[in-house]
């Protein structure tokens, strides 16, 4: 579905990606791991056009998207829940849903209600926080509300930056498990994830990223049995 060849980002003189290569299979979860500054947030961010890409190519079921815009890009059905939340925090919950829903609120105002409902339904204590503002929320139910946001544009594919940053190990269950649903009803993730553990466990084909290069790949369970993860990452 994806498919990533030679990729490079670079900030001004500084290169992030060297070359990095990477596909990522439709209804599957295909998981990013490694150390902080290793590239993983500069991969999404390349995917979905909102970082420099200096060389290589990026496609989406067979159509060239590297160079096109971020608005451009998420009309072809490929959302970014980005890292952090980065919600509108002035805003209620339900006006970041609605927000999620933009795209689309024009030509179906019904579907994009429908939307909402559905993913109230997903985390009920949206519904009952509907009415507040989303800065005001905890961490997990931000983080609750930033994935919502990010189904109501109806991706066929979806970016997930870090989602269990920052919160307690219950939510972070939470939010796995909400994961691991969304590939089970077909939808296709890639998944950058500090927590490799929790990443590994989730992951149909997972990649380590040193340093703006692809060092390992395999399935989730294959890097999780590998001695070097095992050190590396997992505490091992």
């Known amino acids: 579905m994806l498919e990533i060849r030679g990729l490079r980002v670079a900030y001004g003189h500084i290169e992030a990606l060297h070359g990095i290569d990477l596909d990522a ?3 599957e ?3 990013i791991i490694g150390s902080n500054g290793a590239g993983k947030t500069s991969t999404l961010m390349a995917i ?7 060389g290589g190519e990026i496609k989406f079921e067979g159509k060239l998207i590297s160079g096109l815009p971020a608005h451009a890009i998420m009309r072809l059905g490929i959302t970014h ?3 952090g939340r980065q919600l509108f925090s002035d ?5 970041n ?3 999620g829903g933009y795209s689309r609120l024009s030509a179906d105002k019904a579907a994009v209600r429908a939307a909402m409902e559905r993913e109230m339904d997903r985390f009920p204590i949206l519904r009952r926080r509907r009415r507040q503002l989303a800065g005001t929320l905890s961490g997990g139910e931000q983080q609750m509300v930033a994935i919502s946001r990010g189904l109501m544009s109806e991706p066929k594919f979806l970016l997930m930056d870090e989602p269990s940053m920052g919160l307690a190990p219950l939510i972070v269950k939470e939010i796995a498990n909400t994961i691991r649903g ?3 009803s077909g939808r296709s993730i890639l998944l950058v994830e500090q927590m490799a553990a929790v990443a590994l466990s989730l992951a149909d084909r997972a990649y380590v990223l040193e340093s703006g290069r692809v060092s390992l790949q395999g399935t989730g369970r294959e890097l999780a049995r590998d001695p070097e993860v095992k050190r590396a990452y997992l505490g091992g």
């Open 25 to 27: 299979r439709e209804g």
């Open 29 to 31: 979860i295909t998981a």
């Open 48 to 54: 979905s056009g909102l970082a420099p890409i200096k």
């Open 81 to 83: 829940i980005l890292e």
């Open 91 to 95: 805003q209620s919950v339900e006006d």
């Open 97 to 99: 849903l609605l927000l």
């Open 182 to 184: 969304l590939r089970d």
